[in-house]
């Protein structure tokens, strides 16, 4: 058992579960609550919507790890499980499983909510996330990127069953104001943006200590094509960015709250430079570096925490 959780990543799909769950009950339903409208999905059909998120998500995994036991075993990477304590067999089968499971669960959701293509996203997911194993992978920057795109729908997901049943609940309310609910996804596509930012730091920054293994097995990465240097000059880029995205965010949206500066001060900034000097200082630090930037991504969801109170702060009448 202990096996198949390593293998599906429990502690990824605990963060998608707890983005999700975030982006429902501190950004989406605080905004709803200032205008005195409710949620429309239920809790049990949110609930069935992690499920077939981190169904996918562990999926993926499962199929990455399928196609990298090689590459894995080169880069002397101990905690390779598929082929040795789980076989090849039963993890192809299980990837299928999680896969179906996952896309089935999505056209229910569809039909529920009246838009049954929503299911036909999470089909050409999972059929994107197959090939990225396969094949996409093996090209330059492209693999990256996948993945960066691919986990920044996690957020994103949380939303796009709710605004169709809004949509249908205050029809006359829309039409009477002339309004809509795609301001929601203004705040929702924020916290998307780090996702992305921090899933292709990671990314890059785990090529960096599989590059022999990727050398190996033909996966054009960055660290292989360019360099390893290269590749840790544009992760310190990309951390760069995201602290500024950091700053404007809250110059922009969030200057009226002194908690929240103080948070993307101490929880944002400071680990962001921490992560930095990581990896400038030319250690590779492997356990330490991925540590950090899940860290950082998780800290980066903690701004959902405040702003409750900020809608009503700035917001209510």
């Not at 093996?138 to 996690?154: C, D, E, M, P, R």
Request: aromatic share 16%; proline share 2%.
């Amino acid at each position: 058992m202990y096996e198949i959780l390593r293998l599906i990543r429990i502690r990824t799909i605990a963060f998608a579960a707890l983005t999700m769950y975030a982006m429902r009950y501190l950004v989406i339903r605080p905004m709803l609550d200032i205008n005195g409208l409710a949620l429309q999905m239920t809790g049990w059909a949110f609930f069935l919507l992690v499920v077939a998120v981190c169904c996918l998500i562990s999926g993926a995994y499962v199929i990455n790890d399928y196609f990298d036991t090689k590459s894995d075993r080169i880069s002397g990477i101990k905690k390779v499980v598929v082929g040795k304590s789980i076989s090849r067999r039963v993890a192809i089968s299980l990837h299928t499983v999680l896969n179906l499971f996952a896309v089935s669960i999505a056209f229910y959701l569809g039909f529920a909510v009246g838009v049954w293509k929503i299911g036909i996203l999470f089909l050409l997911v999972s059929g994107i996330l197959w090939f990225y194993s396969s094949t996409y992978k093996k090209y330059f920057l492209t693999g990256n990127l996948l993945v960066g795109i691919l986990a920044s729908l996690i957020p994103i997901s949380a939303i796009v069953y709710e605004i169709p049943l809004l949509n249908m609940a205050y029809a006359e309310l829309l039409i009477e104001t002339g309004t809509n609910f795609l301001y929601m996804f203004d705040w929702v596509f924020g916290f998307a943006w780090f996702i992305f930012l921090n899933t292709l730091m990671y990314e890059i920054n785990k090529d960096i200590y599989t590059v022999e293994g990727d050398r190996e097995n033909g996966n054009h990465t960055i660290p292989v094509k360019l360099g390893i240097r290269a590749a840790e000059g544009i992760i310190t880029a990309l951390a760069g960015v995201a602290m500024i995205s950091a700053v404007l965010a809250y110059f922009v949206e969030f200057s009226a709250s002194l908690a929240i500066l103080i948070y993307i001060i101490f929880a944002l900034l400071l680990p962001y430079g921490i992560y930095i000097i990581s990896i400038l200082s030319g250690k590779r630090k492997r356990r330490f570096q991925l540590w950090l930037i899940r860290l950082i991504m998780v800290l980066c969801l903690g701004v959902s925490v405040f702003l409750r109170h900020f809608f009503f702060l700035i917001f209510a009448d």
